[in-house]
């Protein structure tokens, strides 16, 4: 198995994605949003690139008689006329269970929409890492952890995500990692309290400024969920795989 990264969304080339498995990381917060909206019982969740494809969906979903709920940020603040932000912790069963989550934020969901030349997309944050990877331990297709990274620019926080799921497959089998890879992979082996390393970081201190402690904390566990979601690539639209 070939293991790769991709520091950002600006850095997705989609032609390089054919007959990979991409794992789609923004852990900060959008694919901890997607994981957590699913394991508190989300229909689906259904990312959208702009404010305005967000707001024509539910229009389009309301018409036909379905529940759907506007969720996402903007420089993570957010969007006016949306139901939540982009803070997983607003995600709760008894505000979302059954109801679709139409999704759209500044790095996360634009990464989602450039991946969709790949094999299979699967959604990685740290509080799901393991689930993703015993998924991935089930194929031999190469991998490709796309981070999406911050307004183009590589994140650090995205970056130690990939490196500890990295690790994880590395751990029983020995596979062949680009150099990115391999550097992930260091970083989180000499860097393993997320929090410590990713302090410095200009997008957890923008969150931080914002008063977010709460959502980091809850962005930097690892593995308190045992879900999947996987991106649907001819719909787009994400749902859950239980392992």
């Known amino acids: 198995m070939n293991i790769d990264v991709i520091i950002s969304a600006d850095h997705i080339k989609e032609e390089y994605l054919d007959d990979k498995i991409v794992v789609v990381i923004d852990m900060l917060r959008a694919t901890s949003v997607i994981t957590t909206a699913l394991a508190n019982g989300a229909k689906e969740v259904i990312p959208m690139l702009t404010v305005e494809e967000a707001f024509n969906k539910k229009k389009e979903l309301s018409e036909k008689g379905l529940d759907a709920l506007l969720g996402g940020e903007r420089r993570a ?8 932000t982009n803070s ?3 995600y709760t069963r008894d505000q979302i269970e059954g109801k679709s989550i139409i999704l759209s ?3 996360g969901t634009r990464a989602i929409n450039l991946s969709l030349k790949a094999s299979k997309i699967l959604i990685g944050a740290m ?9 991935i331990n089930e194929n031999s297709s190469d991998i490709v952890f796309i981070n ?11 970056f130690i995500c990939s490196g500890y799921m990295i690790n994880l497959l590395c751990e029983n089998n020995i596979h062949n990692l680009s150099d990115i890879a391999k550097t992930a992979k260091y970083i989180y ?4 309290n997320i929090v410590n390393f990713i302090k410095e970081a200009r997008h957890y201190n923008i969150l931080k400024d914002l008063n977010l ?3 980091l904390e809850y962005c930097c566990k690892k593995d308190i969920l045992d879900i999947v979601p996987v ?7 994400i749902s859950v795989i239980n392992k």
């Open 77 to 84: 603040i957010k969007i006016e006329g949306f139901d939540f």
């Open 88 to 90: 997983p912790l607003e």
């Open 105 to 107: 934020t500044t790095n």
């Open 127 to 135: 509080i799901n890492a393991k689930s993703v990877i015993d998924m």
């Open 148 to 158: 999406s990274g911050t307004n183009g620019q590589f994140s650090m926080d995205d």
């Open 189 to 192: 082996e000499n860097n393993k």
């Open 213 to 215: 402690q709460d959502d």
């Open 231 to 237: 991106v649907n690539k001819n719909t787009g639209v």
